[in-house]
């Protein structure tokens, strides 16, 4: 008797000795078979037809479990492999594993693959899916299967081999005449592969190493159901419809040049939405209780090599060399947060000390790996670092959580929780490790969060608790982090004194929110709130977001500063740009907009009233104002005069006489105004000018076709030698320099 025990903690007993997943599917239900793709037994994914013979939990996997979707994918993969091999015999073959939503084979062939050929291969995995052959697993000693591929000529697959352990069981997979080196596991068959799709073609250079020969790499994807794959390659149109990268480049926010590869460029539109993001997390910091600094960006070798990042991290990392001496670009902020902690001696009363820092960052990243902001080369880590005690982990880790959950759901974001575990590539002792890994799976018990574990994904001096944003298309994106960290303190030696007076060691805690500006910049679009109406909402090549409860309210607060700010830098019709019209207009043009909105929700008669009360309450101000319009009646008067020359037949450069230029009166008379109030200023300007255009018609008679701007009249002279006195009672006397700076 063999005892089974399954997922849901049910134990059913089978008579044979021994049993198969499958055999165990069939007794279960009638459909599970159809659907089942693999089993985990004991924690491990294995083919359907493994014998059983002895208890065990047994879990059948479908499609639905991620599990299971890796098994189809690699299935199809060896599809993908045989077809080619059909097509263009002498190919050679690489490696095929699956990936996200998909899969990838390398191949070594003569014959360069073109986008034409992908709906060949299709056709030929077709055939093959067809024919249903059954999915074999086979077991060879490490010789023979060396000599079994090198007969066929498959050399990538020797040298596979070679690389395994000795004690390593060969296994190889067969599907009809198809034979490939494989651990499996693999459907039952071929023919359960109901929609294939081959997406694109790529190079890749084996093993990843650019000393390699380049391959030629075909990606694909497969579904059970030809709906599923409808759907999906729907939500893949969709994504590229509001990619971020096309989104950032319409909405005219940022862009990426090829002389600076992963380094992004953020335009004036971009810059408001970043600054509106820095000054919204400034602002929840501030709340939560945290102090913001700032750290240097290229610190000494001697640094990272102490901390860790030496040897665990130096090949994301950029270097450089000051006065003979190794230098790095810091590709995190924690060491120098570190320094900052280490200059002063520190009490267990001032614990936990909450620093945070917006620092720049730099982390190499391969080409082939860069996507627009989600993944770049330098970026702005909205990091913060937490020194504590021991006994404040928990309490810590917990004001994080609602940290984060709170500023999310200011965005309307939904996200799901995962705990990554201890990494191979780590430092410390397994003391420790489980000391910090116990601490966050406690939090994340208290508050009653969901969680996924993600074993081995761990930072390389702790374990960590990943936030991943999910988007309008269901992908998702890990964002804020929280790293409780053992290591550090111990490797710089921290320290706090305790209240028995001795010195103990503090607990770090590295975490983030937006994860990165550029990356949270890359998770906000915009259209995804508009279900649909994408072109309909530009305004000047701005999209305009439904402002709703559930988009979030700093998502509409942000919007309406970017419409804003795009409505104030629309050119007119049939005019300039105001950035190209007066620098002074283009700067007041946001401010005008908002007095503008304000004076039209303003009562008249309210406003009236308080001008009427300041009269009263005010008379210094009034006799100032006759003093006004004293000035105002004496410039008037000396517009009269001017016009009336230019009526009698003067030409234009005796009435605009004074510093050569055909406008130097009116800039004098405008510099003038500016002494005004602007209502004053307004009303006289408008005054002046239809004085001016009133003579137009009677002037054009008598006005010269050809302009002299050479001579200059001596009936009347320039205004720059006119008494100040006749026209203004202030005491201060405008110079030619003065009025044009004015102006």
């Not at 659907?35 to 639905?64: H, N, Y």
């Not at 969060?449 to 988007?471: E, S, T």
């Not at 009263?616 to 000035?631: G, I, L």
Request: hydrophobic share 35%.
């Amino acid at each position: 008797m063999i005892k089974i025990t399954l997922p849901d903690g049910g134990v059913r007993e089978y008579d044979a000795s021994q049993i198969t997943p499958m055999e165990i599917a069939k007794s279960l239900s009638n459909s599970l078979p159809k659907k089942a793709v693999a089993a985990k037994v004991d924690g491990e994914v294995k083919d359907l037809s493994t014998v059983l013979d002895q208890d065990a939990e047994v879990a059948i996997l479908t499609f639905d479990d991620e599990e299971g979707k890796e098994v189809f994918r690699h299935s199809s993969s060896h599809v993908l492999a045989e077809a080619v091999q059909r097509l263009w015999p002498g190919t050679k073959i690489a490696i095929g594993p699956a990936i996200e939503n998909g899969f990838y084979y390398d191949f070594d062939s003569a014959h360069t693959f073109v986008p034409e050929d992908l709906d060949k291969i299709e056709k030929e995995m077709k055939k093959i899916v067809k024919a249903g052959a059954v999915f074999e697993r086979k077991e060879l000693p490490r010789e023979e299967a060396i000599k079994f591929f090198a007969d066929r000529g498959e050399s990538y697959k020797v040298e596979l081999i070679e690389d395994l352990p000795e004690d390593e069981t060969i296994s190889l997979y067969q599907d009809g005449e198809y034979v490939d080196l494989c651990a499996g596991p693999h459907l039952p068959k071929t023919s359960m592969i109901k929609a294939i799709k081959l997406m694109s073609i790529a190079g890749a250079y084996w093993r990843g190493d650019e000393n390699n020969k380049m391959l030629q790499r075909i990606y694909g994807t497969s579904f059970p159901k030809q709906e599923a794959l409808d759907e999906y390659l729907h939500l893949l149109e969709e994504a590229k419809r509001r990619d971020h990268r096309k989104l950032g480049k319409e909405l005219d926010l940022f862009s990426f040049v090829e002389e600076a590869p992963g380094f992004p460029i953020f335009h004036p539109k971009g810059m408001i939405l970043r600054n509106e993001l820095e000054k919204f997390w400034r602002e929840e910091h501030d709340k939560a209780g945290y102090s913001e600094i700032r750290t240097p960006l290229i610190m000494n070798r001697a640094l990272w090599e102490r901390s860790g990042h030496w040897d665990h991290y130096q090949e994301n990392m950029y270097f450089t060399e000051i006065d003979e001496a190794p230098y790095a670009i810091k590709p995190m902020n924690c060491p120098g947060g570190i320094l900052l902690y280490n200059e002063s001696l520190h009490s267990y009363r001032e614990l936990p000390l909450r620093w945070a820092e917006l620092g720049l960052v730099h982390r190499h990243e391969l080409s082939g790996a860069l996507h627009g902001l989600m993944r770049v080369r330098a970026f702005t880590q909205d990091d913060a670092h937490i020194y504590m005690r021991e006994d404040q982990i928990i309490d810590e880790v917990i004001g994080v959580m609602k940290l984060v959950d709170r500023i999310y759901s200011k965005f309307g974001f939904e996200y799901h929780v995962e705990l990554s575990t201890r990494p191979e590539d780590s430092m410390g002792s397994d003391e420790l490790w489980e000391k910090a890994t116990e601490g966050l799976r406690m939090a994340l018990e208290t508050v009653g969060k969901d969680y996924i574990v993600n074993p081995g994904d761990g930072a390389f001096y702790g374990p960590k608790i990943d936030f991943h944003l999910k988007d309008c298309l269901g992908r998702t994106w890990q964002c804020g982090t929280i790293q409780l960290d053992f290591q550090m303190p111990e490797k710089f030696d921290m320290s706090y004194i305790g209240e028995d007076g001795e010195k103990h060691r503090p607990v770090m805690v590295h975490r983030t929110v937006f994860g990165s500006i550029e990356r949270f910049i890359g998770c906000i679009e915009y259209e995804r709130r508009c279900r649909g109406c994408l072109e309909k909402r530009k305004i000047n090549g701005l999209l305009q977001p439904q402002a709703s409860a559930a988009s979030g309210p700093r998502h509409a607060a942000i919007s309406g500063k970017l419409l804003l700010a795009s409505r104030n830098n629309a050119p007119a019709p049939g005019s300039l740009h105001p950035a190209r019209r007066h620098p002074v207009r283009r700067r007041q043009g946001m401010v005008a907009s908002v007095f503008s909105r304000a004076r039209a929700h303003r009562p008249q008669r309210g406003h009236k009233a308080r001008s009427a009360l300041l009269r009263r309450s005010v008379p210094r101000q009034a006799r100032a104002r006759r003093s006004v319009h004293r000035r105002a009646r004496a410039l008037l008067a000396r517009v009269r005069q001017r016009a009336n020359v230019r009526r009698s037949g003067a030409n234009r450069s005796a009435v605009c006489a004074g510093d050569g230029s055909s406008h130097s009166w009116w800039r004098s008379l405008f510099a003038w105004h500016s002494s005004l109030g602007c209502a004053q200023r307004f009303s006289h300007r408008r005054k002046a000018m239809r004085l001016w255009r009133s003579r137009s018609a009677s002037r054009s008679s008598a006005m010269p076709t050809r302009l002299d701007l050479t001579r200059r009249s001596t009936a009347i002279p320039p205004f720059s030698s006119m008494p100040t006195t006749a026209m203004c009672s202030t005491k201060r006397t405008l110079t030619p320099s003065a009025r044009q700076r004015a102006w």
